[in-house]
Structures are given as C-alpha cells and as structure tokens.
C-alpha cells in the first residue's frame, strides 16, 4: 500500500488479502497516519506490515508503538545488520527496543506490562535481502536469531545483478530459487514481491511463503484500463 488512504487498506482486507503492507520506504504517508492505517486493517481483520525507511532504529520503534503486528526492514546486506534490526524490534533482553506500555499497541495502558512486553517478542521481523552483497551473505544472515522471513525485493536484485528491471530474467529467477534452497536449510521463510498473479504463482511453486503482491494504486490503475478498453471496444 502506497497510498496513505485508510479505505485503501480496509478495502483490501475486505478482499481477502492475508496482510497489507504498509509502505513508508516508498510511500508518502507520516507516522501520523499510519496509526490510521493500522486502524483500517485490523477493521477488515487483515494483518497490518509496516515497511520502515531504511537506516535509524526509532522507525521500528514507532511503527510498533501504533501498533504494526510485523516489521520490515529493507536494504539488509551482512549478518551485523541483521541482528541490529532485530534487536531495534525486540525487548530487552532479546533487543533494545524502548518500553513504555501507555503506546496504541499496548490499549494505551489497557494491556497489563507483563502481557504486553512478553506478547510483543512474537512480533515479525521481515528482513529485506534485496542485492547481490545480501545474497554473497546469506549463510550467515540466515543464521541471526530472531528473523521470521528474508524478503528478497526482484527489483533491487536485477539492479545489483546488471540486468535492472528484468525480474523475469533467469539469473534473477535462479537467484532467487538459490536464496530459497539455502533457506529452507536453516528453517527461514522466504517472502518475495510479484507484480502480476502470474508471476506469484510461479514464486509460490518455487517455494516462496511469503508473497507481496503489486501495490493499491497498480492494482486500481490496472483494473481501471482492463475497463476503460472494454467500454470502447463495446
């Protein structure tokens, strides 16, 4: 979702999404609206995943403080950054996230402390493995403690391979197919973007769990021609 547009969100649980991912790498919206966001999601009883900006721990401190169910972390390149991203989304002792039980994501104090920061481990933590540095160091980035899913991005993986915007090409697809193989090894979900139906039924067939699916304005953009062109032919 890279609108900032609450219906956007509870429109997409309506259909029947598995989660919407909130997008403030690329999107234009605030932390302001994001609890916003976030409301919507959890009105149509569709996971809400927040994708933080890249670089400073407070963006996953906020993002879970309004109450984001997972977190996910772009530009991932080596083990060291991997267990700092984890640690920004956990409390003590697995992490160093700040505590205060009086946030949306805790009732505003409704949720006892106890409960609270104990329920708030279980949080997912996505980490974004996105160019061929990532993929040189996947064995040990795979090997941090705490990552529930490598989220591998086609886009920034063509880029990093020299064939950028090819994501169909078979050296993106066989890297991808590589990054999946290693990861089952070491029991880590892989999640991966799909821009057409297509081509996230041939990631899931590859072994891919966790699939990111297109973005709110494509999918209006697209649904909208198929309809425009219909209307002129007829």
């Not at 900032?4 to 991912?21: K, Q």
């Not at 984001?68 to 991203?85: F, K, L, S």
């Not at 979900?189 to 297109?214: H, N, P, Q, W």
Request: some cysteine; aromatic content about 8%; proline content about 3%.
């Amino acid at each position: 979702m890279i609108t900032a547009d609450p219906a956007f969100v509870e429109a997409a649980g309506y259909a029947g999404y598995d989660f919407v991912l909130l997008d403030m790498e690329h999107g234009p919206g605030t932390f302001e609206n994001l609890q916003n966001l976030i409301r919507a999601a959890n009105v149509a009883d569709v996971m809400p995943v927040v994708r933080v900006p890249r670089g400073t721990d407070i963006w996953i401190d906020q993002a879970l403080d309004v109450g984001a169910g997972g977190i996910m972390i772009p530009q991932i390149d080596n083990a060291e950054q991997a267990r700092v991203a984890v640690a920004a989304a956990k409390f003590s002792p697995k992490g160093n996230r700040g505590t205060c039980r009086f946030v949306r994501s805790a009732g505003y104090g409704a949720v006892l402390g106890a409960r609270y920061f104990s329920e708030a481990q279980d949080t997912v933590v996505i980490l974004q493995a996105e160019g061929k540095k990532a993929v040189e160091n996947l064995d040990e980035i795979l090997d941090v403690e705490g990552i529930d899913i490598i989220f591998v991005g086609p886009y920034d993986l063509s880029s990093s391979l020299g064939i950028i915007g090819q994501i169909d090409h078979p050296m993106v697809m066989d890297a991808i197919q590589d990054i999946v193989n290693r990861a089952a090894k070491k029991n880590v979900k892989i999640g991966c973007f799909a821009d057409t139906a297509e081509s996230a039924v041939r990631l899931r067939k590859m072994g891919v769990k966790f699939l990111g699916y297109s973005c709110d304005t494509a999918i209006f953009l697209n649904a909208a021609m198929k309809d425009v062109e219909m209307y002129r032919e007829g």
